[in-house]
């Protein structure tokens, strides 16, 4: 039997296959003992009988395994380090076999070569080197079914603030009055002159609060923009931001001060915070209504089929002939090379003088040079080029239009309204047949504050396209601005619930609803509910739309919670030189208050006097005030507040001011009591009412809804104080654009 017990248990000399030692650890043990545990796995996992490797190892496996896998990485890293493959060049090669005539190479092509698929007749069947254009299409693309912006929103994402901040009405009853000259009518919210590129701060005392129905433009820089030149002519944009400007920084609620960005001012670079946010706020929205809205949801407008859009063809006869030419120097372009595309398309020029392509080309690398070093002369030649390209005969019609669409937005980034609004204008002469155009034309009156020219070019385009929701929102816009309230509630709800490009805009939210509380329907709150689910409001109660994300949002504040307790103290404890002062002015002229006139009463007579706006001290104002003035000098966060500002404000009897909101969430309001009627006289904001007290001090946020009546039987005098949000860091107080 022992023979046998060692051959099963497979002593150190046996020959056995059955469970031969495992691979490199022969067994040492006598020829009695059985083999370990350790010793069976090994052979499980592939041990050979004679004791040698019966294969690869797992360890050297995987080590064999690393080291392809990093030759692999590396090799990748130094292809497109060192470029070694032209991929332009290889899908240029690829383009041969285009047979849907979409300008490359993909599934459907490949379906068609294998005859799984038929070519439709509309599609080319000719080689695509013969029709490509230099510049088909940017880089780098959004989504095949982006909708098609307006304008206003290209202008928006390209450029630095145009004009700063002019935004939603200063609505502001106890917010926002006349100030100390007074105020344009409201058909003239925006006139501006060609005949400088720059626009300098103005004067103090000439300072205007902003009309409520006014229309402005904000542009806001992005690295990105010429990526988007390329757009064919006929595509609407929406335009901040939104934000604005989706139009939504074209249309303005407010019209503050207008101040013209470019490139030789210091300008605000907007930073992820300045932006509205959406927070939830604890206030009571017991008065929302939850009715649905028939208007599409984002997710369900995201789920519309891809429109696949067409590309623009840029190449004339000529051009196609010399398309290496222009492809490379357009490839330079394309790569930030900016200073030597400009030197070869100039070259282009130089050699191709009749090359609408070629003058397109260096319009477009004088633009970009013009953002890169911040210069209005090069911008100014690159305008100059566009209008050079657009005038060659046989310039490609794309061509034309991209070329004076560009042109007008640059000449309105320099102020140039007048100029751009002639450049929309010929547009339309030249292709009369397309809304889209149409509709930027109006666009162009209303940055004028030419409110009857541009309401003729919407109700002709309604009359044609009576669908057209951007021609919508902005004929309602303009009705709202006439006082047509009424009226213009079912032009503002209709093109907001057509979902068209440039029309869900936080401002027509805002002013459908405001239009709504006006009349008296109740439906407001149901569209200020669905704007601020569309982002475009904090909450239903805080509705401005110039915001910086992040500060604290309430509508009523204490003096602790703000941190100005010193001014608070100053205010209480001088309040009677401030009413004697205010007073002092109102007896000796009249005249020096100036009654508000943004459309904010429903009724009576409120009138304000200013001695600070946006930082700015009245000085004229102030000799009428000035141990008041004298007083808050010592007070940074209120007499530097560029988002606000100091003023007393008299309403008397029979007055009643319509909910509104201020424009931005960067300023706190102060009242301080002087003359207060022991009854008949409150304020509500948000949900919660009030009253003042004389020589007392309340404090709200004037960016959330509020609301005042007076109904005394004598008038009611305050001193309006804003300050700066505490939360705000020094620097945003520095840099935050003038409101």
Avoid at 37 to 44: D, F, H, I, L, Y
Avoid at 254 to 276: F, K, L, M, N
Avoid at 515 to 531: H, I, P, T
Avoid at 653 to 663: M, S
Wanted: include cysteine.
């Amino acid at each position: 039997m022992a023979p046998r017990k060692n051959a099963k248990g497979g002593g150190g000399n046996s020959s056995s296959s059955g469970s031969g030692s495992g691979s490199g650890s022969p067994s040492t043990g006598s020829s009695g003992s059985s083999s370990s545990p350790g010793a069976r796995r090994e052979a499980k996992h592939g041990g050979h009988k004679n004791g040698r490797r019966g294969g690869i190892s797992g360890g050297s496996f995987f080590t064999w395994f690393m080291v392809i896998a990093l030759l692999g990485v590396w090799t990748s890293v130094a292809v497109v380090w060192f470029d070694l493959v032209d991929y332009e060049e290889v899908l240029g090669k690829l383009g041969v076999y285009d047979a849907d005539g979409d300008g490359d190479f993909d599934v459907d092509d490949a379906k068609v070569l294998l005859g799984l698929k038929e070519r439709s007749p509309s599609e080319r069947t000719f080689p695509p080197e013969e029709e490509a254009e230099t510049q088909a299409e940017p880089e780098e693309r959004g989504p095949e079914g982006a909708e098609i912006q307006n304008v206003e929103d290209e202008v928006k994402e390209q450029i630095q603030p145009l004009l700063q901040e002019s935004v939603h009405t200063d609505h502001d009853l106890e917010a926002d009055g006349p100030t100390g000259d007074p105020q344009p009518e409201v058909e003239d919210f925006l006139t501006v002159t060609d005949s400088d590129d720059r626009f300098e701060d103005l004067e103090p005392g000439t300072d205007h609060e902003e009309i409520e129905d006014s229309y402005h433009v904000e542009e806001t820089a992005s690295p990105n923009h010429l990526n988007e030149v390329e757009e064919i002519a006929n595509e609407q944009e929406d335009s901040d931001p939104s934000e604005a400007v989706t139009d939504a920084d074209v249309l303005q609620p407010h019209a503050e001060e207008v101040r013209h960005q470019d490139y030789e001012e210091p300008v605000y670079e907007p930073s992820e915070h300045e932006r509205i946010e959406i927070s939830d706020i604890a206030v009571d929205d017991s008065s929302t209504i939850s009715e649905e809205i028939n208007v599409a949801s984002v997710e369900e407008q995201q789920d519309t089929p891809p429109v696949k859009k067409k590309k623009p063809k840029l190449l004339n006869k000529f051009d196609k002939t010399i398309k290496a030419e222009l492809d490379a120097a357009e490839k330079l372009r394309k790569r930030g090379k900016i200073e030597e595309a400009v030197s070869a398309f100039e070259e282009l020029v130089r050699k191709y003088p009749q090359s609408p392509r070629a003058r397109y080309g260096k319009a477009q690398c004088e633009d970009d040079l013009a953002e890169k070093r911040r210069s209005n002369e090069v911008l100014r030649k690159a305008i100059e080029t566009y209008q050079e390209a657009a005038d060659l005969p046989d310039a490609p019609t794309d061509l034309v239009k991209l070329s004076l669409k560009r042109r007008s937005e640059r000449q309105q980034f320099l102020g140039h309204m007048r100029g751009s609004l002639l450049t929309l204008q010929r547009l339309v002469q030249l292709f009369p047949s397309e809304t889209t155009l149409k509709n930027d034309l109006g666009v162009g009156y209303l940055l004028l504050g030419d409110n009857d020219s541009a309401k003729k070019v919407y109700e002709e385009v309604l009359n044609v396209t009576p669908n057209d929701g951007f021609a919508k929102v902005h004929y309602g816009f303009i009705l709202k601005a006439q006082n047509k309230i009424a009226e213009s509630i079912p032009y503002l709800k209709e093109g907001i619930e057509s979902g068209d490009p440039g029309t869900d805009d936080g401002r027509f939210y805002f002013h459908l609803g405001d239009a709504m509380q006006r009349v008296g329907n109740k439906e407001a709150y149901k569209w200020y509910e669905l704007g601020h689910k569309r982002g475009h409001f904090a909450s239903v109660w805080q509705r401005s739309l110039y915001n910086v994300n992040g500060l604290k949002a309430q509508p009523w504040w204490t003096p602790r919670e703000t941190g100005y307790t010193e001014l608070v103290k100053s205010l209480e404890r001088n309040w009677k030189l401030i009413r004697d002062e205010g007073l002092m002015v109102m007896d000796r002229a009249k005249g020096l208050f100036l009654p508000e006139d943004e459309n904010l009463r429903e009724k009576g007579d409120w009138s304000q006097f200013t001695l600070w706006q946006q930082g700015r001290k009245n000085e004229n104002a102030c000799k009428g005030a000035p141990k008041t003035c004298a007083l808050l000098e010592k007070f940074s966060e209120t007499t530097g507040c560029r988002r606000g500002q100091i003023k007393y404000s008299i309403m008397h009897p029979g007055t009643h001011v319509w909910p509104h909101t201020g424009p931005t969430n960067c300023r706190l309001r102060m009242h301080l009591g002087l003359v207060i009627p022991k009854e008949g006289c409150k304020i509500r904001c948000a949900n919660e009412t009030r009253t003042w007290e004389e020589g007392k001090v309340l404090i709200f946020d004037d960016s959330f809804e509020h609301e005042v009546w007076q109904d005394a039987s004598s008038f009611r005098l305050i001193f309006i104080v804003d300050v700066w949000h505490p939360e705000l860091t020094p620097q945003q107080r520095r840099s935050l654009p003038a409101i």
